[in-house]
Each structure stands twice: as structure tokens, then as C-alpha cells.
């Protein structure tokens, strides 16, 4: 409580490291109630009202429905108080007393507040930003009502203004690519432009500093940076001199252990060409060391050290055998595979032209992009975030300005942020007078590396905390688990991943303090069980899967007899998969033992069956004579027609297949309901045409045979409100009907819908877990 107490002092700035579980969000949401309670207590003083109003109090979240799931979260704090009612979780503790009043002096904040909520500070970084750009628009000469891209609309132009701008360059100037070719393929480099350009939030900084140092000064600076402090001397000294002794001592020069070491003196020769220290150190464990075949070996897609040097004692006079592996146990315990394999070696120097080829191509291409997204009135999430923090950095008075609008600045997640945004909200916290900084954030849960996130942000902003004599608070009470699970799962595994907080660590690395549960929690049977199972090559069903499922039956069952959570609509069991590869496989192993699952943020939503069905329907009616969605139309829920009725149009010789259908009895009907809804289609808005077409005839039962027709019918949504996006944007049929066909022919990486499930069994990722 001690704790809880310092997270609720409004009067500093807190930072609080939480574990999984601790109750951050609600460390958050009281310490949002209990700033209101202040202004309330301000307002019977006579504050003025511009200085207590809640939208002086800005929460930033990662992710939109963070934000909405915070929002709502506080208004139900806040209606509780202003009803009179105590929060149940600080019952006693006289909470917010004076919000809770029914008193006149504060009557008029209390009004103002349930009135004017709604238009609170409590958002994500983008949409914060977004908001401040907008504002301030004139300063950067933007159209404040530019249009925010979302992810997919962002990777569709990024592919296609590539391409424009790759076959532009080869006509302009022929040889531009040149020094690019000789290593890579037209495909690498657009493929290391594009994940450039995704990383550009971070990649500035970097770049900047790579362009203005010569050749030599970058390739001295990463033999200081990554060659690892090892005594390279006596592994080579020692390496000569069991050479010698092998070619006195061993009795068959075609042991596997004597070529080895003929072949690291060969490579060792190879590397006398390099005469500065520091480079012949990192040629001789790049170039002698790390080879694979010799003491490197592959497992699992991953280098690791061989076990022990090869060879047949036999072959060997005296202990020569024991004396080499000595030899190599030193290397293992002076150096790990990773420190090894990140060493910089002959090869790494010839990159650094390429990479300043590389850097030339990206600004001359971003240049290009970022002009045509400017004449479109076009940003996407980077370009906000990259924006704003130019916009904030170029003008004090906008600086200024938001400084002195709020009182209060709270980060939700904030392990999830990188540099460029803290300096956003540093910019803001530096401007104000007294501003109150609140983060709470896990460096163990930093999982966003795709968004460039970066935990070493965390150590920044602590350091900021103290210098403004604020707290620093530890969450290290787990209320999510049982005590026995946290014992034999959570407190082991974790301190096998993670160091201890007094051992030394790099500034990116977390570490684990073992954690507990304040509150007793009973759960069923035992807490950790182990099931190894092979899967052999030539079985049809997939073992794993099966095991898998009839554990969760068992589970189910074991409930059921129980006294634990009865709520009959909340999910019960996870299924937690590394990835979705073999998730057709589960689910048929659940569909076998009876069991209804759902599967949560599972991934290719482009390739569901619900947007194949949509796509083949606005494929015809953009275009009748395709017949590959022709076909897909006929066969789907739109029309459910058997494949022997479909089959007639096989013999109609050179007449396209749809206006074939028109003669052929069994499908003249529906000949006229495809000619009926393309005439609709030019007058009526088309997710509102395909959701009349779906209530029609009762189509939407033919999903009730999927395996999963809850999830489809979401997905159908989900592709109703993506068309009903694209049409507010201008977008027309066949703009749409093309939207779609290159986010399916390009698979992208698009979750599927999220649906309220009522299954006791969700099957998810690990990282969505998290996520």
C-alpha cells in the first residue's frame, strides 16, 4: 500500500517499474481521480477554472485500444466518486473525499466535468501528435486537414511509388544503381529501402552520424565497439604450438582432428596481411575462430560451438587429443557464440560502401516519396511523429504553449516508446512550469521492436524523474497468479532468461526480481505439467495437436467439478502456439474432441474465406468477364451453388462463361440477380449493397458449416468497415476491388477480426498474449 500511496502523490513525479500483473492501468486510473480530486480541493479555494481543467491532465497509451480501454476505465472511477459512492478497491482509505462531496463549492467543477469529459487528454502518441500538427499546421505550411494513412494504405503507395521511382531512375540516370548491383538484386534493394523507410523514426540519428565519418572511422569505431575484449594472444600462441606437436604426434594425417588444425593455420596465414591490433584481433576470431565446419556447427537454424574436437584418440600419440580440447574449452568459456559471431571480420569493412550507397539511395528516394505524399496531403504514423517532433524542436513558442497547457503528463506502457517520442514529451515537460511526469512501464515486457521501440528510453526517463525529485517505485506483486504458478512456472523461468537486478547488465538488458501474489488463489490440480510427444514424418494426423486437446478436455472436465469460475461466457484456457503455422491442424484436433475454441488476432485476415467471398463479388460486378471470381462467386456463400450445376458452363464453347449463364436454365436466375446487383452498384454505397445481398435468402448461415463461423462472420464486418473506410476516401469500385486484390496477392500481415467469442478455449500466439 506504502507503494500505491506514493504512485497517488500528485504533489511529484512518479516512475514505477511493474512486473506482469501488478495493477500499473490501476495505479494509473487513481492517479488520474486523485489529480481531479486536487483540482476539485483547488476549485473551493478559488483556482480559476482554466488551470483545473481535466484536460490539463495528458495520458498517453500505445495502442488505440489501450487508449479506449484507460478512458473508460476512468469515467467509471469518476462517475462512482461523483455519485458519492466510494471506488470498491479503496474502500476506507478516504479517496478522493472531495469529489465525493455533495457540497456547493464544488458543484460547479463536478458540472463542468460531467459535461465537458468526453473531451479529455487521454489518447495515444499518434493521435496526440496528430492533434498538435494540425494546430499548428501553418508553422510547417501542412493542410491541417491532411489525411492520416493507416498501415496497409502506408505499405500499398510505399510499393508502388518504389517502383515508379526505381523505373524513373533507370531511365534518368542509367548507371545510378551500379554500385548497388554487384551485391544485390533489384528485389534486396527495394526490399532494404522499404525497411528503411519503416525504421525512419530512428534511422536519422544514425545516418547522420554514418555519412559524416570516412571509411576508416567507421570501421575503427565498430572494431572498438563489437570486437570482444577476449586474449586472443594466448589462443593463438597456444594454437601454433599444438599445430607443431600435431605434426610430430599424430599417425594418420587424414584424422578429422588434424586436418582442423590444418586448416585454422591456413586460415591463420591468411589473416598476416592485417597489422593493427584491434583488426588482427577481429580477423582472427572472425576469420580463424568463427568458421563454420571447423569449430562452429549449425542446430536449429542457429550457430553454436561443437561439443568437442574431432578426431580418433587412436591416431594420437600422448594426450594430444585432451591437450586440443583444453584448448577449445578455453575459447568456449572466453567467449559466447554471440559475442563470436557479432565480432566485425575483413568481409564487415566492404559493407561500409554499400551501406554509404545504400543511405544515398534511401534520402534520394524518401525525398521523392515524401514530396508526393506532401502534394497528396498524406501522412502516415511516422511522418506525425517525425513532424511534431521537428515542429517542437524548430519553434519555442509552440514549445511554450503546450507546456503551459498542462499540469500533469502521464505514460502509460512506456517500455514501448523509442527515443523520438520521449523527446516529444520532454520538449513539452522542459517548456512547462512544475509539470508532474507519471510512466509506468516493464522493461521485461518491451516487445515492440517492429514500432522501434527501445527500452533503453526507460533509463532516460528515470534519470529525469529523479532530477526532478520524484519517486522511484517498485510493483512487484503479482495479482494475476497463484502463488504456485508464479513458484514453479514464472519466478524459475524467468531468472533462466533474465540476470538478477545486482549483477552486471548492459544499459539494454532487464533484469527479474522474483515476484509473489498477495492474494490467495486456488487453482486446479497441478500447476506445471510436461508432455513430450514426437510427431512422426509419415502420421497424417498431427500429434502435438491431438495432445494438446484432449489435455484441454481433460481441463474442461476437471473444471466443471469444480468451484473455480463459473461465468459461463469467459474464456477459460489459452492455447499458446509460438506461431500460427500448423494452426489448421488444432483447430481440427479441437473440432475432433468437441471442443469450441477461438482463435484470438490470428493472422492472415486477406486470405480468410469471408474476404475471398467479398473480393470475387466486387471483382464481378467491376467486371463480369473475370472468370476466376466468377467461379469463386458461384461457389460462395452468395450463391452456394453445387459444382455439378457449375460444371454446365464447361461446354460453352468460345462464349464467355457469364454471358453464357444467361442461356443455361439452372443459372438464368442467378445470371439476373448478378445483372440486378451491378445496376445497384452504381447508385448505392457498396458495403451497404453486399450487407443487403448477405441479409437476403439467409446467406450468412452458409458460414454456420465453418470450422469457425463466428470468426467469419467478424471477418465479413471486419471487410465491410475497411470498403466503408475506402469509400469515405473517395475510393471507387474498382479502386477498392484493387485495394484488395494486391493486399491478398501480396499477402499482407493483417489480423483477423477480434470477435467476443463466448468459447472457453482461445488459441493465441505467445506475442499476442502480450500484445
Not at 751 to 756: G, L, T, W
Request: net charge negative.
Amino acid at each position: 500500500m506504502d507503494n500505491l500511496n506514493k504512485a497517488l502523490n500528485c504533489d511529484k513525479s512518479v516512475f514505477i517499474q511493474a512486473c506482469a500483473g501488478a495493477g500499473k492501468t490501476f495505479a494509473l486510473t487513481k492517479r488520474y481521480a486523485a489529480i481531479l480530486d486536487r483540482f476539485a480541493q483547488e476549485a473551493v479555494e478559488g483556482v480559476p477554472n482554466e488551470q483545473i481543467d481535466h484536460r490539463k491532465i495528458l495520458v498517453i497509451t500505445f495502442t488505440k485500444k489501450a487508449a479506449g480501454e484507460m478512458n473508460q476505465r476512468i469515467y467509471e472511477d469518476v462517475n462512482i466518486l461523483l455519485s458519492g459512492e466510494e471506488i470498491r478497491e479503496m474502500k476506507g482509505q478516504n479517496f478522493c473525499p472531495t469529489l465525493r462531496k455533495n457540497d456547493k463549492s464544488v458543484q460547479a467543477f463536478t458540472s463542468n466535468l460531467k459535461l465537458t469529459f468526453s473531451q479529455n487528454s487521454i489518447s495515444t502518441i499518434d493521435s496526440f501528435c496528430a492533434g498538435v500538427l494540425r494546430e499548428f499546421s501553418y508553422k510547417l505550411d501542412l493542410d491541417p486537414q491532411f489525411l492520416s494513412q493507416d498501415e496497409h494504405d502506408t505499405k500499398r503507395l510505399l510499393n508502388e511509388i518504389l517502383d515508379t521511382w526505381v523505373s524513373e531512375k533507370l531511365v534518368s540516370e542509367l548507371t545510378y544503381f551500379n554500385a548497388l548491383l554487384d551485391d544485390l538484386s533489384f528485389s534486396q534493394i527495394k526490399e532494404i529501402l522499404k525497411s528503411m523507410y519503416g525504421s525512419r523514426e530512428i534511422l536519422d540519428d544514425y545516418i547522420n552520424k554514418f555519412e559524416n565519418k570516412s571509411n576508416d572511422e567507421i570501421w575503427r569505431d565498430w572494431l572498438m565497439l563489437y570486437t570482444p575484449d577476449v586474449d586472443t594472444i594466448m589462443m593463438e600462441v597456444r594454437l601454433k604450438s599444438l599445430w607443431n606437436e600435431a605434426q610430430e604426434k599424430c599417425k594418420d594425417k587424414n584424422d578429422k582432428l588434424y586436418l582442423l588444425f590444418k586448416s585454422l593455420i591456413e586460415h591463420l596465414k591468411e589473416i598476416q596481411i592485417y597489422t593493427l591490433p584491434q583488426e588482427y584481433k577481429s580477423a582472427f576470431l572472425s576469420s580463424v575462430i568463427n568458421v563454420k565446419g571447423d569449430l562452429i556447427t549449425t542446430k536449429n537454424s542457429k550457430l553454436k560451438y561443437k561439443d568437442n574436437v574431432p578426431g580418433n584418440v587412436k591416431n594420437w600419440n600422448n594426450d594430444f587429443k585432451k591437450d586440443a580440447q583444453e584448448w577449445f574449452d578455453f575459447i568456449k568459456t572466453s567467449l559466447t557464440i554471440e559475442e563470436l559471431t557479432s565480432t566485425p571480420g575483413p568481409q564487415d569493412q566492404k559493407i561500409i560502401p554499400l551501406l554509404k550507397s545504400l543511405i544515398t539511395c534511401y534520402r534520394d528516394f524518401n525525398e521523392y516519396f515524401y514530396n508526393i505524399r506532401m502534394d497528396r496531403d498524406l501522412l502516415d504514423f511516422s511522418d506525425i511523429i517525425i513532424l511534431t517532433h521537428k515542429l517542437l524542436k524548430e519553434h519555442e513558442d509552440v514549445r511554450r504553449t503546450l507546456g503551459k497547457r498542462y499540469r500533469h503528463i502521464m505514460l502509460d506502457e512506456f517500455q514501448d516508446t523509442n527515443p523520438l517520442r520521449w523527446r516529444i514529451i520532454k520538449m513539452i515537460l522542459d517548456a512547462g512550469e512544475d509539470i508532474k511526469l507519471f510512466i509506468v512501464g516493464d522493461r521485461k515486457q518491451s516487445i515492440y521492436r517492429f514500432n522501434n521501440a527501445d527500452v533503453t528510453v526507460m533509463n532516460t526517463a528515470q534519470n529525469v524523474i529523479e532530477s526532478l525529485g520524484g519517486d522511484l517505485v517498485d510493483f512487484n506483486e503479482n495479482y494475476r497468479s497463484s502463488q504456485a504458478f508464479i513458484n514453479q512456472v514464472i519466478n524459475p523461468l524467468m531468472t533462466m532468461i533474465l540476470k538478477r537486478p545486482d549483477e552486471p547488465k548492459e544499459e539494454y538488458e532487464a533484469d527479474f526480481k522474483e515476484t509473489h501474489s498477495p492474494v490467495n488463489k486456488e487453482g486446479l490440480s497441478s500447476t506445471l505439467e510436461c508432455i513430450w510427444c514426437e510427431h512422426p514424418k509419415d502420421e497424417e494426423e498431427y500429434i502435438p495437436a491431438y495432445h494438446t486437446a484432449y489435455q484441454v478436455k481433460k481441463l474442461l472436465e476437471d473444471h466443471e467439478n469444480s468451484k473455480i469460475d463459473k461465468e459461463k461466457d469467459k474464456p477459460l484456457i489459452a492455447v499458446l502456439l509460438r506461431r500460427f503455422t500448423r494452426i489448421s491442424e488444432y483447430l481440427q484436433a479441437f473440432h475432433k474432441f468437441g471442443i469450441p475454441v477461438s482463435i484470438f488476432g490470428g493472422k492472415d485476415f486477406y486470405a480468410s474465406p469471408a474476404l475471398k467471398d467479398i473480393f470475387y463479388l466486387i471483382s464481378v460486378l467491376d467486371n463480369p468477364l473475370d472468370e476466376h471470381a466468377l467461379i469463386g462467386l458461384l461457389r460462395s456463400p452468395f450463391f452456394a451453388l453445387p459444382d455439378p450445376v457449375i460444371h454446365l458452363l464447361a461446354n460453352r464453347g468460345e462464349i464467355a462463361a457469364f454471358d453464357a449463364m444467361g442461356s443455361i436454365p439452372k443459372l438464368q436466375s442467378t445470371y439476373q440477380e448478378i445483372l440486378t446487383w451491378k445496376e445497384l452498384s452504381k447508385t448505392m454505397a457498396l458495403d451497404e449493397l453486399i450487407a443487403t445481398i448477405m441479409d437476403r435468402e439467409d446467406r450468412e448461415l452458409a458460414y454456420v458449416s465453418e470450422l469457425m463461423p463466428e470468426q467469419q462472420l467478424a471477418n465479413f464486418d471486419k471487410a465491410l468497415n475497411i470498403i466503408r473506410g475506402l469509400q469515405r476516401n473517395g475510393s471507387s469500385l474498382r479502386d477498392i476491388r484493387e485495394f484488395l486484390h494486391y493486399q491478398i496477392s501480396t499477402r499482407v500481415d493483417e489480423p483477423q477480426a477480434i470477435y467476443p467469442g463466448k468459447a472457453r478455449v482461445q488459441i493465441l500466439t505467445v506475442h499476442k498474449a502480450k500484445g
